[in-house]
C-alpha cells in the first residue's frame, strides 16, 4: 500500500519560502511519477510540477517556474517542493501523488495515489 504523507506548510509572509516535503513508502518508486498540486478555496485541484523518480528530471507550472522547485531524495524515499518568493495567490492545500508511469502528465486524475495535504497559506 503506497502512503504519501506531506508536511512543511505553514504560514508566511509574501516573498518568503517554505519547504513542502513528500515522505513515500510502500513501494519501489524507480518507475513512478511524483507530483505536486494545489487546491485553494473553491477552486479546481491545480498542477504545481512534476519529477520522475528515476532521473530527478523536473517540470513546472509556468506560475511557479523560476521559484518553486521540486527534488527526490532516493536514499530517504522523499520528494520535495522548495518554494521562494512567495505571493498571496500560492495560499491553497498542496498535495503531493505518485503516478504509476514515467510519462508524467498535469492532470489530477492521471495519478494514482495522494497524500492528505499541507496548508500553505501566505499573507501580503
Known amino acids: 500500500q503506497v502512503q504519501l504523507v506531506e508536511s512543511g506548510g505553514g504560514l508566511v509572509q509574501a516573498g518568503g519560502s517554505l519547504r513542502l516535503s513528500c515522505a513515500a513508502s510502500?513501494?519501489?518508486?524507480?518507475?513512478?511519477?511524483m507530483g505536486w498540486f494545489r487546491q485553494a478555496p473553491g477552486k479546481e485541484r491545480e498542477f504545481v510540477g512534476n519529477?520522475?523518480?528515476?532521473?530527478?528530471?523536473?517540470n513546472y507550472a509556468d506560475s511557479v517556474k523560476g521559484r518553486f522547485t521540486i527534488s527526490r531524495d532516493i536514499a530517504k524515499n522523499t520528494v520535495y517542493l522548495q518554494m521562494n518568493s512567495l505571493k498571496p495567490e500560492d495560499t491553497a492545500l498542496y498535495y503531493c501523488?505518485?503516478?504509476?508511469?514515467?510519462?508524467?502528465?498535469?492532470?489530477?486524475?492521471?495519478?494514482?495515489?495522494w497524500g492528505q495535504g499541507t496548508q500553505v497559506t501566505v499573507s501580503s
Open positions: 519529477i520522475i523518480w528515476s532521473s530527478g528530471i523536473p
Open positions: 501523488a505518485a503516478k504509476r508511469s514515467r510519462i508524467l502528465t498535469r492532470t489530477p486524475r492521471d495519478y494514482d495515489y
Open positions: 510502500g513501494r519501489t518508486f524507480s518507475r513512478y511519477g
